[in-house]
Structures are given as structure tokens and as C-alpha cells.
């Protein structure tokens, strides 16, 4: 009899474990969403969250990634202070770095910053695809085209500083003004020269400067539609239309990759 009870006791454990990991990550009670403000690291989980007063409902069914009509969400202000630039890490390597700039433009603007709460399942990306949850960086407000598609973050996992503020600077106004655009949109998904947390792509400064290895033809090519210029399995980037990225925003883009490029930068960090 005791032996038949150990081995039932043993199954109901099996079972339970085999459960969890067979859940989605909104019904896992051990999923958290860690978020560094200043040199403390906050943990918090999902239920957490919704007991939190600034907790809210929201109708999230007609933003870019629509959610759900009646999704919780906490302001972002209500989690870390916003007096700097934020870096957004998702669980499949996508990395937002939010500048100062936006988070000042936003208040300006009215628009909201909030941290969408998964407390029942939410759509899939695509068919078969990932659950965008547990978290979600979403933004509301009249104005809230202002925020670039880079800057809504689903499968978000942790905020911390960003390290945007460690770029090499461009020393010209286009490349000042490219180093920007590559901080909003493409330091998301690359690093350049080992700066930034994102790792979906290539660093675009090491081992050898992008604009040494791709014609300014090809680059644009890539950014207005990476799947027509090449494929390979991993294949994560997105097209940038010209209403996310203009051609004037291209060309101070590749002049500052250009400049990093023949700095020497790049072969300081190897």
C-alpha cells in the first residue's frame, strides 16, 4: 500500500511539473518582469502587477499589435523614472532603446507609456507564432503616431538603462542626426562596434564597418525590404517603409555608419 501511495504521489508530481512548463506564459505565476531603476533591480510578477493601484483596463484591440479590448496596464512611470533613455529586452532578442527624446516628446504630446499585463491569453503574432506575453510595452494618446514601430515592445522581459548613450558620436549634422535614427531603429536588433543589447542581427561595426561590405544601393534595398534581397533561415528583420524611415533619414543614417566606418572605431573595439 505504501508503495503504491509513493508511486501515485510520485505521478500527481510528474503530472503538476509536466503542467507548468506546458502552460503558457501567462499562467505561469513564477513569470516576472524585471526592471533595473538606477543600481535596484525590481522583480515583478504578473499578479503583482494586477494588484498594483495604478493598475488599469484599457482597450488595446487598435494599436499596432492589437491585444485585446480589455488588457490591464500600469504606466511605465509607475515602474521606473523616465529621466533617461530605457532599453526594452523581449525574450526573442529584440531589444527597444528608447531615447530621452521620445519619452520627453510623448509627455509633450500626451501620449501614454504602459506596461500591458497578460491576465488571460492574448493573439498570437502570427498563425503558429509566439504569445506575445506576459508584458507588453504599448503606448495610448490622440498623438500616439509619433511613436515609431520600433518602440512598442511585446514579449517584454526586463527594462534597464539603455546604452544608447554609448554610441560613437557623429561629429557632422547628418551623421548627428543619423546616429539618432540608428538608436530609435536599428540598434533594436544590432549592435554597432559591441554597443547595445540588441543581438537579432549583425553587429554593424565589427568585425569590418557595414558600409565597407554593402553598396548605399544595397542598404536601402535591405531596409525597405529584406526578404526580396536575400533569405536565410533566422531571418528576423522587418521592411522600414518610407513613412517610418524617409530617404533624407536613409542617407544621415548611412552617413553615420559611414563615419564610425572610416574612424578606425570600428577596428579599436576588435
Given at each position: 500500500?505504501?508503495a503504491?501511495?509513493?508511486?501515485?504521489?510520485?505521478?500527481?508530481?510528474?503530472?503538476?511539473?509536466?503542467?507548468?512548463?506546458?502552460?503558457?506564459?501567462?499562467?505561469?505565476?513564477?513569470?516576472?518582469?524585471?526592471?533595473?531603476?538606477?543600481?535596484?533591480?525590481?522583480?515583478?510578477?504578473?499578479?503583482?502587477?494586477?494588484?498594483?493601484?495604478?493598475?488599469?483596463?484599457?482597450?488595446?484591440?487598435?494599436?499596432?499589435?492589437?491585444?485585446?479590448?480589455?488588457?490591464?496596464?500600469?504606466?511605465?512611470?509607475?515602474?521606473?523614472?523616465q529621466?533617461?533613455?530605457?532599453?526594452?529586452?523581449?525574450?526573442?532578442?529584440?531589444?527597444?532603446?528608447?531615447?530621452?527624446?521620445?519619452?520627453e516628446?510623448?509627455?509633450?504630446h500626451?501620449?501614454?507609456?504602459?506596461?500591458?499585463?497578460?491576465?488571460?491569453?492574448?493573439?498570437?503574432?502570427?498563425?503558429h507564432?509566439?504569445?506575445?506575453g506576459?508584458?507588453?510595452?504599448?503606448?495610448?494618446?490622440?498623438?500616439?503616431?509619433?511613436?515609431?514601430?520600433?518602440?512598442?515592445?511585446?514579449?517584454?522581459?526586463?527594462?534597464?538603462?539603455?546604452?544608447s548613450?554609448?554610441l560613437?558620436?557623429?561629429?557632422?549634422?547628418?551623421?548627428a542626426?543619423?546616429?539618432v535614427?540608428?538608436?530609435?531603429?536599428?540598434?533594436?536588433?544590432?549592435?554597432?562596434?559591441?554597443?547595445?543589447?540588441?543581438?537579432?542581427?549583425?553587429?554593424?561595426?565589427?568585425?569590418?564597418?557595414?558600409?565597407?561590405?554593402?553598396?548605399?544601393?544595397?542598404?536601402?534595398?535591405?531596409?525597405?525590404?529584406?526578404?526580396?534581397?536575400?533569405?536565410?533561415?533566422?531571418?528576423?528583420?522587418?521592411?522600414?517603409?518610407?513613412?517610418?524611415?524617409?530617404?533624407?533619414?536613409?542617407d544621415?543614417?548611412?552617413?553615420?555608419?559611414q563615419?564610425?566606418?572610416?574612424?578606425?572605431?570600428?577596428?579599436?573595439?576588435?
Amino acid at each position: 500500500m505504501k508503495a503504491r501511495m509513493n508511486g501515485r504521489h510520485v505521478f500527481k508530481r510528474l503530472f503538476f511539473l509536466v503542467g507548468l512548463v506546458a502552460s503558457p506564459a501567462w499562467a505561469n505565476p513564477s513569470t516576472v518582469l524585471s526592471v533595473k531603476d538606477g543600481d535596484t533591480v525590481h522583480k515583478f510578477s504578473v499578479e503583482e502587477l494586477l494588484h498594483r493601484p495604478e493598475t488599469q483596463r484599457l482597450d488595446l484591440s487598435h494599436i499596432k499589435q492589437p491585444l485585446g479590448p480589455d488588457v490591464p496596464a500600469i504606466p511605465l512611470s509607475a515602474l521606473i523614472h523616465q529621466d533617461d533613455a530605457l532599453a526594452f529586452q523581449a525574450t526573442d532578442l529584440f531589444t527597444a532603446e528608447i531615447p530621452r527624446s521620445v519619452f520627453e516628446q510623448a509627455r509633450k504630446h500626451h501620449v501614454t507609456a504602459w506596461i500591458a499585463i497578460e491576465d488571460k491569453e492574448w493573439p498570437k503574432r502570427r498563425p503558429h507564432g509566439h504569445d506575445l506575453g506576459p508584458f507588453a510595452l504599448v503606448w495610448t494618446g490622440e498623438e500616439v503616431g509619433i511613436i515609431k514601430q520600433e518602440q512598442w515592445v511585446d514579449q517584454l522581459a526586463a527594462i534597464t538603462p539603455s546604452s544608447s548613450n554609448e554610441l560613437p558620436a557623429g561629429t557632422s549634422e547628418p551623421a548627428a542626426k543619423g546616429q539618432v535614427i540608428f538608436a530609435e531603429n536599428c540598434l533594436p536588433c544590432h549592435q554597432l562596434m559591441g554597443v547595445g543589447e540588441g543581438s537579432m542581427g549583425p553587429d554593424l561595426g565589427r568585425p569590418i564597418p557595414v558600409t565597407e561590405y554593402i553598396t548605399p544601393k544595397g542598404f536601402r534595398a535591405i531596409i525597405r525590404n529584406p526578404k526580396q534581397v536575400r533569405k536565410w533561415p533566422s531571418e528576423h528583420m522587418e521592411s522600414f517603409p518610407e513613412s517610418a524611415i524617409s530617404e533624407s533619414d536613409l542617407d544621415a543614417l548611412w552617413t553615420y555608419l559611414q563615419e564610425v566606418g572610416q574612424s578606425g572605431l570600428a577596428q579599436k573595439h576588435l
